[in-house]
C-alpha cells in the first residue's frame, strides 16, 4: 500500500519527513497550471526560482521569464502568471524561467530532500495518480497555499488525487482524510467551488484573471507528467 500524507502549506513542510518519498507540488491558482499548460503547448522546460533577482540572472541567458508577486506579474518579466500566456505559441520550444509567491517555494523546498518531485494541477491529476500507481511508493502532497495559509484549490487538488489513489493507498494523516472528504463534498462540481469560495479566486477575480480560474479548475485537460531533473521541470518520457 502507497503511504500518502499531505502537508497542507509549506510552512509546515519541516513536520513531513521527504526522504526516499516522492514529493507532489502543486499550486493550482496558478503556478503550476502555468507548468502544466505550457509544457503541454510546447514549452521545452521551466525552470523554478526563489527570487525574482535569480529570474533576472536567467533572462541575461536568453530564457523567458515568468512569475508574479502578489498575484502581479513582475514588470521586468516576459510574461506574468496565466496559463494562456505561457500557452502562447512563440514560447514553444522555449526555456522558462520562473518565480511565484508560493508555487516556486513549495517546489525549492521539496527538492532539498525529496526523492522525486513531481509538478501536480488540476489539469493533469490523473496522469500524476497513474505514475504513483506505478510507482507504488510513498508521497507526500504538498499544497503551495497563500503566503503560509492553506489554500481551498490546492487542498481539492490533494483530495482529487487521493480520491484516485484510495484503493491502493492508505492515508497516514488527517490533512489526506480532510483533503479527500472536501473533494468528495464538492460532488464533481470542484471548478464552481474554487471559483465561488476559494481565497484566492476572489483575488484573482480583482486581478482580471477570472478566465484564468475556470481553466485551472478543470481536471485532466491533459496527459503529461511534468518531473523535475536536477534544476528544470521537463516532461516525463515513456
Known amino acids: 500500500m502507497i503511504k500518502i500524507e ?3 502549506t509549506p510552512e509546515i513542510l519541516s513536520l513531513h519527513q521527504l526522504e526516499g518519498k516522492i514529493a507532489v507540488v502543486t499550486d493550482v491558482l496558478r503556478a503550476t497550471s502555468c507548468m502544466v499548460a505550457g509544457l503541454n503547448a510546447g514549452v521545452n522546460s521551466v525552470i523554478p526560482v526563489m527570487k525574482v533577482e535569480e529570474a533576472l540572472e536567467y ?3 536568453g530564457f523567458i521569464t515568468a512569475g508574479e508577486r502578489g498575484g ?3 514588470e521586468e518579466f516576459t ?3 496565466s496559463p494562456f500566456e505561457h500557452m502562447q505559441e512563440e514560447y514553444h520550444g522555449k526555456d522558462i524561467c520562473m518565480t511565484t509567491t508560493n508555487g516556486t517555494v513549495a517546489i525549492t523546498e521539496a527538492k532539498k530532500t525529496a526523492k522525486e518531485v513531481i ?3 488540476l489539469l493533469n491529476v490523473g496522469t500524476v495518480a497513474e505514475y504513483l500507481k ?3 511508493q510513498d508521497i507526500v502532497i504538498i499544497c503551495a497555499g497563500w503566503k503560509g495559509n492553506p489554500s481551498l484549490e490546492d487542498t481539492l487538488f490533494a483530495g482529487a488525487l487521493i480520491h484516485r489513489l484510495q484503493d491502493q493507498a492508505k492515508l497516514t494523516d488527517d490533512a489526506s482524510f480532510m483533503a479527500l472528504a472536501q473533494y468528495q463534498q464538492a460532488n464533481g462540481k470542484v471548478a464552481d467551488v474554487i471559483q465561488n469560495y476559494a ?3 476572489k483575488r484573482l477575480s480583482g486581478l482580471k484573471a477570472k478566465s484564468d480560474l475556470s481553466f485551472c479548475a478543470q481536471e485532466d485537460y491533459c496527459s503529461i507528467l511534468p518531473i523535475l531533473n536536477g ?3 521537463t516532461i516525463k518520457k515513456n
Open 6 to 8: 499531505t502537508c497542507l
Open 119 to 121: 509538478i501536480g494541477a
Open 79 to 81: 510574461i506574468g502568471n
Open 59 to 61: 533572462q541575461k541567458k
Open 199 to 201: 481565497s484566492h479566486a
Open 72 to 74: 502581479v506579474k513582475v
Open 134 to 136: 506505478e510507482q507504488n
Open 231 to 233: 534544476e528544470a521541470i
